[in-house]
């Protein structure tokens, strides 16, 4: 059975920092590139960061770079989201996913087979 677990998630202030976890299990975890998407209230679902395979190929979301490190450990099965200088319009919950042929990053949810049931991030002012 596959399955994605995210954690780190909490409240904070704006400046903070917050580093996220997403544990996977049930499949071949170096075999799929992995990202992170978000969701606030009242919004759609927007990419955050995806990483290939072996971490060699790495996307953010334009605005986000700079203040969000994507990693992996590979040997851990877990990916990690580092979100520094958080502010309030970061408030999403925060969700890991994974996509068959990893050797690439992917922006595109639709490519994503396997999903997290993510992890609240609120940030306040």
Same mark, same amino acid.
């Given at each position: *059975?596959? +399955?994605?677990?995210?954690?780190?998630?909490?409240?904070? *202030?704006?400046?903070?920092?917050?580093?996220?976890?997403?544990?996977?299990?049930? /499949?071949?975890?170096?075999?799929?590139?992995? #990202?992170?998407?978000? *969701?606030?209230?009242?919004?759609?679902?927007?990419?955050?960061?995806? =990483?290939?395979?072996?971490?060699?190929?790495?996307?953010?979301?334009?605005?986000?770079?700079?203040?969000?490190? =994507?990693?992996?450990? !590979?040997?851990? !099965?877990?990916? $990690?989201?580092?979100?520094? !200088?958080?502010?309030?319009?970061?408030?999403? +919950? /925060?969700?890991?996913?994974?996509?068959?042929?990893? !050797?690439? /990053? $992917?922006?595109?949810?639709?490519?994503?087979?396997?999903? #997290?049931?993510?992890? *609240?991030?609120?940030?306040?002012?």
């Amino acid at each position: *059975q596959v +399955e994605l677990v995210e954690s780190g998630g909490g409240s904070v *202030q704006t400046g903070d920092s917050l580093t996220l976890s997403c544990v996977g299990s049930g /499949y071949t975890f170096d075999a799929y590139a992995m #990202g992170w998407f978000r *969701q606030a209230p009242g919004k759609y679902r927007e990419f955050v960061a995806s =990483i290939s395979w072996y971490g060699d190929y790495i996307k953010y979301e334009d605005s986000l770079t700079g203040r969000f490190t =994507i990693s992996r450990d !590979n040997a851990k !099965n877990t990916l $990690y989201l580092q979100m520094n !200088n958080l502010k309030p319009d970061d408030t999403a +919950e /925060y969700t890991c996913a994974a996509a068959p042929g990893g !050797n690439y /990053y $992917y922006t595109d949810a639709e490519r994503y087979r396997f999903w #997290g049931r993510g992890t *609240q991030v609120s940030v306040s002012s």
